[in-house]
């Protein structure tokens, strides 16, 4: 799979834009990172894959990827009910000296 088929959308989101902000520093047991930036990738990326992907697109330093599988919700218009796709989605937390500009 191509890195650049990897990653299909940033989410932004009231909640996603407050965790990019956040930056810890560092502690004698922890080591400091900077913000979370969440994504929608693809359904068959691996944390890896996804790590890869953020690190050759956006030039940074990934410390750690936490992934969800988003399962899609059943809609109904008119007389007929459908569901909407189901998809994943990748919180990628950045090393301290790290940012991403998605705005």
């Given at each position: 799979?191509?890195?650049?088929?990897?990653?299909?959308?940033p989410?932004v989101?009231?909640k996603?834009t407050?965790?990019t902000?956040?930056?810890?520093?560092?502690t004698r047991?922890?080591?400091?990172?900077?913000g979370?930036?969440?994504?929608?990738?693809?359904?068959?990326?691996?944390?890896?894959?996804?790590?890869?992907?953020?690190?050759?697109?956006?030039?940074?330093?990934v410390a750690?990827?936490?992934?969800?599988?988003?399962r899609?919700?059943?809609?109904?218009?008119r007389?007929k009910?459908g569901?909407?796709?189901?998809?994943k989605k990748a919180?990628?937390?950045?090393?301290?000296?790290c940012?991403?500009?998605l705005f």
């Amino acid at each position: 799979m191509d890195v650049y088929h990897i990653i299909k959308r940033p989410l932004v989101t009231e909640k996603g834009t407050h965790q990019t902000t956040q930056s810890f520093p560092a502690t004698r047991s922890q080591p400091g990172r900077g913000g979370a930036y969440a994504f929608e990738v693809h359904p068959d990326a691996s944390k890896p894959m996804i790590k890869r992907a953020v690190e050759v697109i956006y030039n940074v330093k990934v410390a750690s990827v936490r992934t969800a599988n988003r399962r899609g919700k059943t809609r109904r218009v008119r007389y007929k009910v459908g569901k909407t796709r189901d998809w994943k989605k990748a919180v990628v937390v950045l090393s301290a000296d790290c940012h991403i500009d998605l705005f």
